[in-house]
């Protein structure tokens, strides 16, 4: 079994790689043997299923959202339990890039220094404890999450938030919601 960190598939080179490399260590033909992406952060798999990739090829990586931002081609980010200057590589064209955005909306748990001095609107986010649903292991495996704690004052599920505001926009995500 080969591990790999999902940036080596940034270079379009990365892939082609480390699928020469399990060829030459005849991992094609053994059971259980082969390649096993381990994503960035937390629940990466289950993201990328559901169509949220970092690499999209219809789309901006995280640095081109950045370098897009800091040419004010890309004015509003909206920045869903990450502060990108402290918590991604590049932390210094991110720091410039939520500078020169025209609106910067953090959907957060914690107020972390750089959406302390850069976001427009912070909305508090539920933290791990207090989520019920699921989670996707890198090998494809779902795991359910129940909810351990009670959630503070008025704070609603993050994807609850991202839904009711598309509905007041006019927009139908499709989700559909099943009573526990």
Do not use: C
């Not at 004010?72 to 932390?91: F, I, Q, R, T």
């Not at 779902?142 to 926009?169: A, N, S, T």
């Amino acid at each position: 079994m080969i591990l790999y960190g999902e940036r080596v598939l940034a270079d379009p080179a990365g892939g082609a790689a480390l699928v020469d490399i399990a060829q030459a260590l005849g991992l094609s033909d053994r059971d259980g043997a082969g390649l096993l992406g381990i994503p960035a952060f937390a629940n990466g798999r289950g993201l990328a299923e559901a169509g949220v990739v970092p690499f999209d090829r219809d789309g901006l990586d995280t640095t081109a959202m950045a370098e897009a931002a800091t040419r004010k081609e890309l004015g509003a980010l909206w920045l869903v339990n990450v502060d990108p200057a402290d918590d991604l590589a590049g932390g210094e064209l991110w720091d410039a890039a939520m500078e020169h955005a025209s609106s910067v909306v953090a959907h957060a748990a914690f107020l972390t220094p750089g959406i302390a001095e850069h976001a427009n609107v912070v909305l508090p986010i539920d933290l791990d404890g207090e989520r019920d649903g699921t989670v996707t292991h890198p090998d494809g495996r779902v795991q359910r999450v129940r909810q351990g704690v009670e959630r503070v004052g008025d704070v609603q599920p993050g994807w609850w938030v991202m839904q009711e505001l598309g509905r007041r926009l006019g927009l139908d995500f499709g989700l559909v919601v099943v009573p526990p």
